[in-house]
């Protein structure tokens, strides 16, 4: 098992900048695969960008591609959302998931994943 807290949300103007931080505590790191999903006001839960647990594979969603970016330092237990060029639509609650299914390759799905963090709140203001 293990235990993900998100940091690094708050409020932007557009344009900024925000880099997210998943910790992880537990079953050693480098056993999962990670995804960042955000769940905007009365919208489902999507996936942002996921990483395997290598971090040799990544994957990012076309809205935010050329912005964001995801890595991981196993040796830190701890993956990382950069996020550049912040608009309005980003706005909404992050969350950091981990799954230990296929950990070789990466997960784009919610049902995939087995843990999830409490989230982290981004507003972009206009």
């Known amino acids: 098992q293990v235990h993900l807290v998100e940091s690094g949300g708050g409020l932007v103007q557009a344009g900024g900048s925000l880099r997210l931080s998943c910790a992880a505590s537990?079953?050693?790191?480098?056993?999962?695969?990670i995804g960042w999903f955000r769940q905007a006001p009365e919208k489902e839960r999507v996936v942002i960008a996921a990483i395997n647990w290598s971090g040799s594979s990544t994957y990012v969603a076309d809205s935010v591609k050329g912005r964001f970016t995801i890595s991981r330092d196993n040796a830190k237990n701890m993956v990382y959302l950069q996020m550049d060029s912040l608009g309005p639509e980003d706005t909404g609650v992050y969350y950091c998931?981990?799954?230990?299914?296929?950990?070789?390759?990466?997960?784009?799905?919610?049902?995939?994943?087995?843990?999830w963090g409490q989230g982290t709140q981004v507003t972009v203001s206009s």
């Open positions: 537990g079953r050693p790191f480098s056993s999962y695969a």
């Open positions: 998931a981990a799954t230990h299914r296929t950990i070789s390759i990466i997960h784009r799905v919610p049902y995939d994943y087995d843990y």
